[in-house]
């Protein structure tokens, strides 16, 4: 199984890039940028990933990504972040970005958009992975701000396919964007959405309801009301379940009690993705590896998560039926 598992082709569907940047990079940008860390060493940095929740989490997270300034930092971020994916035999992926948390420290989205771009453009060309650009809105922050930066993403339509929504569920339920997706709609943007992470299955309602999304990120609260497994069942929304990142954040307490093989059993589009791998504990490779270390599962099951990923992307139909 564990062979199978490492050669298996995967797509990725959920991964922030800002949350793929290792302690060794972060000291590194630290020191090319000269600011100040809270950690005396990368060992001290790891030592304190250790999560009550979602937020204490964010703090850290947030923390972390003041490292990255210049242009080269996410070009670096990004190009290390390609490199485990061939590592991980990642065919394809669509990467979260927050440009929120870079604007609001005085870095330009151009700068942002110019460092990512530039290594997904390498990345196509010299490790053959395929690649689409996510843009997130922080929730936490108000929906003038999303406007704002839903404006700034506008003149870079070529390279931003969908709009998502992440950081602080509690507190920030859907409908406080609703507006901002409907005009991101109405420029072309496709929509996904953090819900049902730590907040109640009726996120997940309104996000298809209020955000028209094309997939939930995350999603597995969905268990709470059994109406809505049936309907995501029938619709076959496509769910990005990151299994690691969610017995990190005690969404769940152990592996074994995740819901992510009852609800493929049950015929759920689930898939299995990073989140915010530096963070965690592990990239794809290492998500898939603790869903068949925890459960009985075989490997024509392991392979649904591919195909059901491969489904849920957003690529035309000729490529994903390359991918296939
Ligand atoms: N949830 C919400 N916001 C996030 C996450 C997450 O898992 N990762 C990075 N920002
Ligand atoms: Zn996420």
Redesign the pocket.
């Known amino acids: 199984m564990e062979s199978f598992i490492r050669t298996l082709p995967k797509v990725e569907l959920h991964v922030?890039i800002e949350?793929t940047l290792e302690p060794e990079l972060m000291f590194e940008l630290a020191q090319r940028n000269q600011i100040p860390l809270p950690y005396a060493s990368v060992e001290e940095a790891r030592a304190a990933y250790q999560f009550d929740d979602?937020q204490s989490f964010?703090d850290m997270?947030y923390l972390g990504a003041a490292v990255l300034q210049t242009e080269q930092d996410f070009y670096d971020l990004t190009w290390a972040y390609l490199l485990h994916c061939q590592q991980d035999h990642v065919m394809h992926t669509e990467i979260f970005f927050d440009p929120q948390t870079h604007t609001e420290r005085g870095v330009s989205f151009q700068t942002v958009m110019a460092g990512i771009t530039r290594a997904l453009a390498d990345g196509e060309q010299q490790l053959s992975i395929s690649s689409r650009l996510i843009m997130c809105f922080l929730r936490h922050l108000s929906e003038e701000a999303a406007f704002e930066t839903l404006a700034q993403a506008m003149s870079y339509q070529e390279y931003i396919i969908g709009v998502g929504l992440?950081?602080s569920?509690h507190g920030h339920p859907p409908e406080k964007f609703r507006r901002v997706f409907e005009k991101a709609h109405e420029a072309g943007f496709l929509t996904v959405a953090?819900a049902g992470?730590e907040g109640p299955a009726s996120n997940i309602r309104d996000a298809m309801s209020m955000l028209r999304v094309s997939r939930i990120d995350h999603g597995v609260q969905c268990s709470q009301d059994p109406a809505l497994v049936e309907e995501l069942v029938r619709n076959q929304m496509p769910l990005t379940v990151?299994p690691l990142?969610n017995v990190q954040l005690r969404v769940f307490n152990r592996m074994a009690d995740h819901n992510i093989i009852a609800l493929l059993r049950k015929g759920v589009c689930v898939t299995i993705n990073s989140?915010?791998p530096a963070y965690f504990g592990g990239y794809m490779t290492d998500n898939f590896l603790a869903v068949t270390a925890a459960f009985d599962v075989t490997k024509e099951e392991m392979a649904v998560f591919t195909a059901n990923a491969i489904r849920a992307s957003f690529l035309p139909d000729e490529e994903k039926a390359q991918l296939q």
């Open positions: 922030h949350g979602l964010l997270y992440d950081s569920e953090h992470e990151c990142s989140d915010d």
